[in-house]
């Protein structure tokens, strides 16, 4: 069945009061634990789709609850997987159907097509293939796969017009990069079977709980890192910036960011100004600690330094001392173009560290390239100044050295004080 004969099935059938698992049926009380969702999910699904591995989180642990099946498909097994979440919002149709997912274009194997149910929710079919030829000299083995994606999407609450959003998501994913045929393969549970399954009132009663349990979802809109007016930031730069550039204010007005637009009449760069406050840096004695894609994974508090330092650096890098502190260079050849960012972090005597970087653009491919500077006084608060050019020329109005110049002026650390 296509995705648009199953939205029409789908939404022409009543499904809310005819679908319900055992566990609720029996007993009368939500799944609030991991093992209770599995076995909600699990008496939903088709009577000959076996189970061979399940795992989950509930209530009890966790606002936003989820479960994942592997189960049998004669051709090495698939997973399934629900996820129920709660978001604070004054618009819940702003966040949801296809247009979350545009612009994905279809010939990136990315379809989706969405409904209005008879409740006013939203009801999205979404359809993703992924096939990867890789690049075997550089390490990246091919990859397929699909998956096929349902979300029902609606208000925090019975009424359309209450504030915050809900999404119950159900998906099944097939890896066919070892074996198998995508072209004719069948999932074991297909696509309006998934959108169904969705449509259970135990997922809606389990969103219940929750908002009970836990209180309506948080506004999670981040502070602004400091109270520094933008244009305050923007005059500031201005004053900074060498001569013979054309300064173009940016249309932002938050408070602790700022955007201007510079040109040397050889072509245009985006500045972009974050300034942090004492307030907003982490308490004294945590670093944070980052895993090998660049997310921050913890907190880990560390013994304050006392009088000696031990620095872990590559025995290749230069290290130069110098009368205000000392520089860790990143050698000879830094980075390779296209491998990450090449800086060196300059430490003075009163504790300010500067780190000044640049990531030079790889081609067509990936044309940006960025220039920045962080300046992290011995207060906590901080100051990051990039500039951006999309051009794939690797030239910027500013130097590295212009850049920095600037971000190390007095006048930063003034406005932050």
């Not at 491919?365 to 960025?370: G, H, R, Y």
Request: aromatic share 6%; with cysteine; charged share 30%.
């Amino acid at each position: 069945m296509g995705l648009s004969a199953a939205i029409a099935t789908i939404a022409a059938v009543t499904t809310a009061g005819s679908i319900q698992p055992s566990f609720g049926a029996e007993t009368g009380d939500v799944p609030r634990t991991g093992d209770e969702l599995i076995e909600a999910l699990t008496a939903l699904l088709p009577e000959d789709v076996g189970i061979t591995g399940s795992e989950g989180e509930g209530l009890d642990s966790f606002p936003h609850p989820y479960a994942s099946l592997q189960v049998e498909d004669g051709a090495g097994g698939a997973s399934i997987d629900l996820g129920m979440y709660r978001w604070a919002t004054d618009d819940w149709r702003a966040d949801s159907g296809c247009a979350v997912w545009e612009p994905a274009p279809a010939e990136d194997g990315v379809t989706c097509e969405e409904t209005e149910l008879p409740d006013g929710s939203v009801l999205s079919l979404v359809t993703w293939e992924y096939d990867e030829e890789g690049i075997p000299e550089e390490g990246i083995e091919p990859w397929s796969a699909r998956s096929w994606d349902v979300y029902l999407e609606g208000p925090g609450g019975s009424g359309l017009d209450e504030p915050g959003g809900r999404s119950v998501s159900l998906s099944l994913y097939k890896d066919f990069t070892e074996s198998g045929d995508p072209d004719s393969y069948e999932p074991p549970v297909d696509i309006d079977e998934l959108a169904e399954i969705v449509q259970a009132p135990v997922w809606q009663e389990v969103l219940d709980a929750a908002d009970e349990q836990y209180g309506p979802p948080e506004d999670w809109s981040e502070e602004p890192s400091s109270d520094i007016p933008a244009d305050e930031l923007r005059a500031t730069f201005r004053e900074l910036a060498p001569e013979g550039l054309e300064i173009t204010d940016g249309e932002d007005d938050e408070p602790g960011w700022a955007t201007l637009t510079i040109d040397d009449g050889n072509g245009p760069a985006q500045i972009d100004i974050t300034a942090w406050d004492a307030e907003g840096a982490l308490a004294e004695g945590e670093i944070e600690a980052w895993g090998e894609g660049g997310e921050i994974v913890d907190e880990v508090s560390v013994e304050p330094l006392q009088s000696t330092v031990e620095l872990e650096v590559d025995i290749d890098a230069e290290v130069e001392v110098h009368e205000g502190g000392f520089e860790i260079g990143e050698g000879e050849a830094g980075a390779e173009p296209g491998e990450g960012p090449d800086c060196e972090t300059e430490v003075l005597e009163d504790g300010t560290e500067i780190v000044s970087c640049t990531w030079e653009a790889t081609g067509e491919d990936d044309p940006v390239a960025l220039w920045w500077a962080e300046v992290y006084y011995p207060d906590g608060s901080s100051l990051d100044i990039t500039q951006t050019d999309d051009t794939g020329d690797n030239t910027a109005p500013l130097s590295l050295e212009e850049l920095t110049d600037i971000a190390t002026a007095d006048e930063w650390q003034a406005l932050l004080g």
